[in-house]
Structures are given as structure tokens and as C-alpha cells.
């Protein structure tokens, strides 16, 4: 059994992740993965699940929230 890296619980069925800088982690749900992993809104603070948008390395959850930093060029749909 090992060791959730995000919330210490020990769990049968945990599973590890490599980051792309290679760090290993052990999760025992992907709720604490998430946390530990996802990015944050630059804007609003949201763990960004989904694709997110990114500009000179600034991550942002949707088109708005870029917008409220001042980034305009960016958009959520073509």
C-alpha cells in the first residue's frame, strides 16, 4: 500500500504520476493528483483541469480571465 503524496492516506489501489521535470508522485484519487498538479488560474485561482489557455508561460482557465491580466490576443473559440 502506498502513501497519497497530496493527502497521506494509505491506499491499495494508489497510482503514481511523472511529471514532465520527472518528479514522481503517489495519488490515491485523482481529486488529490489534481491538486497537487493541475495549474492555477494567473487571474482567478482555479485548478485548471481542462486544456486552460497559456501565453509566455501564463496560465489562464478561459479567454476572460486572460483578459482581466491585461492579455487580449488570446481567444476560446476561432
Known amino acids: 500500500m502506498a502513501k497519497c503524496d497530496q493527502c497521506g492516506n494509505y ?5 503514481e504520476v511523472t511529471a514532465p521535470d520527472g518528479q ?25 483541469v481542462g486544456h ?4 509566455n508561460g501564463r496560465m489562464f482557465c478561459c479567454n476572460h480571465c486572460a483578459e482581466g491580466e491585461g492579455v487580449n490576443e488570446l481567444r476560446d473559440r476561432s
Open 24 to 48: 514522481t508522485y503517489t495519488f490515491d484519487s485523482f481529486e488529490c493528483a489534481i491538486q497537487t498538479l493541475a495549474p492555477l488560474c494567473e487571474h482567478c485561482g482555479v485548478r485548471i
Open 11 to 15: 491506499y491499495d489501489k494508489s497510482f
Open 52 to 55: 486552460g489557455m497559456e501565453k
